[in-house]
């Protein structure tokens, strides 16, 4: 199940990767993406659901790549996620990592 899920978080093109959400080193998340999200907001039918994910690790070794299952899942169920990264301690403390 490992390499099933690692293969599909980087083969599979509606998970964008690595977008810029800020200045900082690892001010990046990963965009889980529905299909027919994008078409059905720019036809004014409504969005869909939105889920923002932030990978647990005890500040010091969460990365989004961890929420690929979590990800492709709420993806496969027409779920629009975000997978945002942190900077880790020791390169950051407390109040940068969530700036």
Not at 54 to 70: E, F
Request: glycine share 14%; aromatic share 10%.
């Amino acid at each position: 199940p490992f390499l099933r899920l690692g293969w599909r978080y980087v083969a599979d093109g509606r998970i964008k990767h690595g977008i810029r959400t800020g200045p900082a080193s690892r001010n990046l998340c990963d965009i889980y993406q529905p299909e027919g999200a994008a078409a059905a907001a720019s036809k004014g039918e409504g969005g869909v659901p939105v889920v923002i994910a932030v990978m647990g690790g005890a500040w010091m070794i969460g990365h989004r790549a961890w929420n690929c299952q979590l990800g492709s899942r709420l993806m496969d169920a027409g779920v629009l996620v975000f997978a945002i990264d942190y900077r880790n301690y020791p390169f950051a403390k407390v109040p940068e990592m969530m700036a």
